[in-house]
Structure formats: C-alpha cells, structure tokens
C-alpha cells in the first residue's frame, strides 16, 4: 500500500481479554517500529524489528505483551489479558533504514485502544 | 537519566515571533538526530534531520546540534499559528542491544497565538 496501514483503528475490550493489533508497513521497508502513546504523553518504545534479526523487545512492558512479524512483512502486537493501562494510542511505523539510517519513520493512524 | 529529554511546555509563542524548541540527550556516541511534529490526535510526521554539529536551516526551520554538550534545538522562525503542535526530539542510540533504536523524548507543545 501507500502508507503504513493499521487495524482495528478502534478497539473497545473488557479486562481480562486478549487483544491484537496489526500493522501492515510501506513495501519494501525492512524497519517496523511499535509505539504506544498514553494522553498527553509522548511516544514509549515497544518493540523493534530490523530485517531478519532478532527484534529488540526491550520496550515491551511486561510480559502480557509480545510481537512478531511474518516475513518481514506484517507484524501483529498481541496484549494478553489486558488491563485498564494499557489503554493508549499504539503507533506502528515503518523505515527504509539502509546505510544511511536515515532515521525517518513513517507512521501509520494508529489503534486507539481503551480497557474497560 | 532519561535517554531524551524535552520540556514539555505549552510554550507559547505570538505569531511571526522565534519558537525555540530543545532536547538533550544520554548517548554520547549518537550520531543521528530528528525533530518530528505532531498535530492533535494525528500521527507524528518527520520535518528536520541532523547529524553534524552546527545549525542546518530548511524554510522556516533551522536545527541545531551541539554533540559536546548532548544538545540538539529547533528554531522556527516567523511562526504560525498552523505550527502549533507537539514537537517530539528523536536518537538513534548506538549501544548495547538497541543499535539502530529510534527513541522519543516527551515533545514539547507549542502554541502559536494570533
């Protein structure tokens, strides 16, 4: 597609319950970032993906969250029996990062996501 | 010590007046330095780049870099109230396990007023 492309773009769960958020990046980029943003905060690193190497997952909260991406396309962020903090705006985006490291993330609209 | 930090405002400038934004940050070795702008409820967007020390000008926009002192600025001049946004300093860390890590500080709201 054009742009980094997310879904649901909305999400309503209940505590307890398990919830998926995918993300679907520019073609060609081998870089995929998840992000989450809380009101009015800035944004926490979750999880990277470069290429084919193992993901720095340094950011991941706890141990409900984890991420995976499939051939080095599509990633899906799964949060496990969610709770009432994790609600938050999780951004996705996507990098061309070659020699340069360019640095430049494309974002997608995030999924806004809130636990009841 | 956060690997990032920014004020996190508002700070709030009249319009056509100099809106200067800064950022410091922990990793001595990083090379890599980006302001993006982010309007309310929207995603982040990438205006500046910079990796040399020095000032690099682009339109309104001039960043600045002082890597002695793990200080990097945003100056936009002439403001407009079209630039009121959340302004978010981001590193490329160079260590350990988050090589090629982009990390965010807090942003900075800015307020431009007519």
């Known amino acids: ?116 | 010590q956060k690997e990032v930090e920014q004020n996190s405002g508002p700070l709030s400038v009249p319009e056509g007046a100099i809106a200067s934004l800064n950022c410091t940050y922990s990793d001595r070795v990083s090379q890599s330095f980006f302001w993006y702008r982010q309007y309310s409820g929207k995603s982040p967007e990438l205006i500046m780049s910079i990796y040399s020390n020095g000032d690099k000008e682009d339109g309104r926009f001039t960043a600045q870099l002082n890597k002695a002192s793990q200080y990097v600025s945003l100056l936009i001049r002439d403001s407009q109230p079209s630039d009121s946004a959340t302004y978010l300093c981001a590193v490329i860390l160079n260590y350990g396990g988050s090589q090629g890590n982009l990390i965010f500080g807090k942003g900075t709201k800015l307020s431009v007023k007519p």
Request: hydrophobic fraction near 30%; glycine fraction near 12%.
């Open chain 1, 1 to 116: 597609g054009a742009g980094v492309s997310q879904s649901p773009s909305n999400k309503v769960t209940e505590k307890g319950k398990d919830v998926e958020l995918r993300c679907d990046p520019i073609s060609g980029h081998t870089a995929l970032y998840w992000y989450r943003q809380s009101l009015g905060q800035g944004l926490e690193f979750l999880i990277y993906f470069q290429g084919n190497s193992a993901p720095d997952k340094s950011g991941l909260p706890s141990d409900r969250f984890s991420a995976e991406r499939t051939g080095g396309s599509v990633s899906t962020l799964t949060i496990q029996r969610t709770q009432q903090e994790d609600s938050a705006v999780y951004l996705c985006a996507s990098s061309l990062m070659g020699f340069t490291n360019t640095g430049e993330l494309f974002f997608g609209e995030g999924s806004r996501l809130t636990v009841l």
